[in-house]
């Protein structure tokens, strides 16, 4: 039996048909788990969706209006580069319930795993870049409002700069002060955002984190590692979270069909134990999710998601 227990349901499956992100991966990674014995099925637990009012913690009222009655334009469907459909809604509030989910689990047991959410491209009014609801900053500002934590960090491995959370925890500004093009941003925020990222991708226009990391094409997994200590270390010496969020996307896999660095499937293991390193040894705990993964292969996708919860039971299984 795992230290930590898992979030999953059948139902994060999305309904966006034949895709480049493959929605099938989380049963995937579900059944690679048991298969292999890495879990059992009492590790599972099973998530509730959010309710609209967890959902408005986050997103603006008009952006949930128009999801819930479909009347998105066509131009915001096309930002959102998958198909609406009532469906697709249910399935984005059950992730952002699996997150919160994950963020409650975390916060009583050192660590919690959403098989599923990772949605770092989501803004507070509209979607874009196969993101729809923003699963981590929902659960952050639930785990808020509920009292549990006042401070969270966030930070996102996936291969893309995590555009929406920067935007939603963005500093607010502060009159006559300075514009935040100083590095390390951290006045008047409770939440702290670090992303690293490959520069020459998605998306185009990066607002800023609290601390991004824009890496050239190509980086191998030595200099990656490098590069992720020093932020993370970085961002623990401005700034002491409650809660860490770890968003894990498989995409900067070297065979990532969206990615341009070049890290191996062992390089990808050895980031999320450091990542779960760091924070065993900070005494913080950690909430995870998957994010993004375009592997050539469907099966690469599957084995680094899965890695993701066999570096977090030999690090913290270990005394
Ligand atoms: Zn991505």
Redesign the pocket.
């Known amino acids: 039996m795992l230290p930590f227990k898992l979030v999953y349901s059948d139902d994060y499956f999305l309904p966006i048909g034949t895709h480049v992100f493959p929605s099938e991966k989380y049963k995937l990674v579900h059944d690679r788990l048991l298969e292999s014995g890495i879990a059992e099925a009492s590790d599972f637990v099973s998530p509730r969706p959010s309710t609209d009012e967890d959902i408005l913690l986050v997103h603006t009222p008009r952006y949930v209006e128009k999801l819930k009655t479909g009347t998105l334009s066509g131009r915001e469907e096309l930002e959102m580069e998958i198909p609406y459909s009532p469906e697709l809604v249910r399935a984005f509030w059950l992730a952002a319930g699996g997150s919160m989910l994950a963020a409650d689990n975390a916060l009583d047991d050192g660590v919690g795993i959403s098989i599923g959410g990772g949605f770092h491209h989501a803004f507070p009014g509209h979607g874009e870049g196969f993101c729809m609801i923003n699963d981590v900053a929902v659960a952050i500002r639930r785990m808020q409002r509920d009292g549990r934590i006042r401070t969270a960090m966030t930070l996102d491995c ?3 700069q995590g555009n929406g959370t920067a935007t939603i925890f963005a500093p607010a500004p502060v009159p006559g002060g300075p514009s935040g093009m100083s590095g390390v941003r951290q006045e008047n925020i409770d939440v702290f955002t670090i992303s690293l990222h490959q520069e020459n991708n998605y998306p185009a226009f990066k607002p800023p984190s609290s601390l991004d990391l824009n890496l050239p094409d190509g980086m191998e997994d030595s200099e990656y590692l490098a590069c992720l200590g020093q932020a993370f270390s970085l961002g623990l010496s401005k700034f002491q979270p409650e809660l860490l969020c770890y968003v894990a ?1 498989a ?1 900067p896999y070297r065979e990532d069909q ?2 341009g660095l070049s890290l191996t499937i062992e390089g990808l293991k050895a980031r999320d134990a450091l990542v779960f390193r760091i924070a065993k040894a900070e005494r913080i705990p950690v909430m995870v999710t998957l ?2 993964g375009y592997a050539q292969n469907l099966e690469d996708t599957i084995t680094i998601h899965s890695n993701t919860i066999v570096a977090a039971k030999e690090v913290f299984a270990e005394k």
Do not use: E, I, N, Y
């Open positions: 996936d291969v893309h996307g995409d969206l990615g994010a993004g």
